[in-house]
């Protein structure tokens, strides 16, 4: 049975993107975008270095930067007061 996304959050996941620079294979002067989101594990990133390796392993461009981010989605609530309350009729 596939583990659905709540169900990742509460052993620890978190959404994690990462923007991959890469040297384009015929011209590698010129650097190429590509961003890869997914639910890993902060801060070792499991399942990103697995991607990384394996681009690595099997792609032609090669790695010039990767930028990640990641955010925990279930944490403390955020709250915000507000100043005014207005009625419209």
Do not use: C
Request: net charge negative.
């Amino acid at each position: 049975m596939a583990k659905t996304d709540f169900a990742a959050m509460l052993e620890g996941y978190s959404l994690t993107t990462a923007e991959i620079l890469y040297r384009l294979p015929d011209h590698p002067s010129l650097l190429q975008s590509f961003i890869w989101q997914e639910y890993d594990l902060h801060p070792r990133f499991p399942r990103l270095k697995g991607f990384l390796d394996f681009w690595e392993a099997h792609l032609d461009g090669a790695l010039f930067k990767v930028t990640v981010n990641h955010r925990s989605l279930i944490g403390p609530a955020e709250l915000k007061l507000a100043d005014a309350s207005f009625a419209l009729n």
